[in-house]
């Protein structure tokens, strides 16, 4: 059987995945964050006909004699240049300028995103709106909700940058409320009241005494005795009802009368640092929400497309390295915009006609190598 047949056949294959590829490409033309992907064709194995012969004193070498099997699909590659920006005038719309991906979690799972295209659901959470995966980055330190109907104290610590959580806007609207105090009193307090009664045996040699109230002397033995008067010492006690406290539902404030106040709107800088402006219009009132995580990867090529806009790290993109924007080669947040696609329709309308007439090429040779069967079976018949 003739080979080109075969050459033909896998280059009819290889052009017709070029073609998905391409037809992919264009359909996502305008699909925020969108990364065309290219493909590249190698040669197959190749039938040696004469081996190389390696020169002499009085013969040159000569090269292989060999014939090709045809080519093979070599990769897609993902093309993960930036694309250009659409401004949408948005405030939870995001962009990164530069390297990086947005990190979302998607069912419990990690995947990340160049489409900053979010918005915020009932509890106030960044989400992507399609799937509903929850933009991550690190919040301002929040230890509880709780209602709004009373004063409660705003924790002014700093970002924790070892967590990484969803991040919501609302948490001005429910502030974290001073950790309550166990009041305790001591019980079973004891006093007692009475005299000090002092005896002292002092020396009689010599002395002179009068007894009256009935005593008598023994001046033999040097005693006096002297009937008592007095009557038994009486212990009495007090009850104060004293007991001890354990409130675990007080509430207290600690600091200004300035009221609770809600968030009215945020902004985001260049380095995915969310601040939000409370509605009691006071100054000390803007407070930093959180700051959006932007992951990097050392081959950005290596991520896995999972659809929805969605990557996840394979083995060849490495870890991600998660951080701030703007940190150690990662891009800029840009508010308010989104990345496009980086297709470009003039390059995908010409690779698809080169890969239109790669298509016919191949086609053809199916055809004449056809023929030539057809000839070989015609000389039976002459």
Known sequence: ?????????????????????????????????????????????SQTMKGAGSPSANQGGTNPAQIGLGSMLSSIDQIMTEGSSQSTGKN???????????????NGETVYSRAGAFTQDNDGTLVEPGTGAKVMGYMYGVERMVDDSTTTDVDESKIDWTQLEAIRFNIGENPPLVTPAAISIPR??????????????PSLIGATATITGGGTLDSARGTITVPPTGTDPTLSTTAY?????????????????????????????????ITGVYSNGDASA???????????????????NLG?????????????????AGEDGRGAIIPSTVEMSNVDLSQEFTDMIVTQRGFQANSRVITVSDSLLQELIDLKRG
């Not at 079973?188 to 045996?201: E, I, L, P, Q």
């Open 308 to 324: 929805n806009s969605f990557y996840a790290a394979s083995n060849n993109s490495g870890a991600a390295s998660i951080a701030g």
């Open 286 to 304: 803007t407070r930093i929400i959180g700051q959006v995580a932007v992951a990097n990867f050392a081959n950005e090529a290596g991520l896995q």
């Open 188 to 201: 079973d307090a004891w006093a007692k009241s009475g005299d000090s009664w002092v005896y002292s045996n």
């Open 92 to 106: 939870t719309d995001m962009m990164i300028q530069g390297k990086g991906f947005f990190v979302l979690q998607n």
């Open 1 to 45: 059987m003739l080979r080109s047949l075969y050459s033909a056949i896998s280059g009819l294959k290889n052009h017709q995945v070029k073609m998905d590829v391409i037809g992919n490409n264009i359909a996502n033309v305008n699909t925020t964050g969108f990364k065309r992907s290219r493909v590249t064709f190698s040669t197959m194995l």
């Open 241 to 273: 009802n004293t007991f001890t406290i354990t409130n675990h539902d007080a509430k207290y404030a600690d600091g200004t009368d300035i009221p609770l106040a809600t968030l009215s709107s945020f902004s985001i800088d260049s380095k995915g640092a």
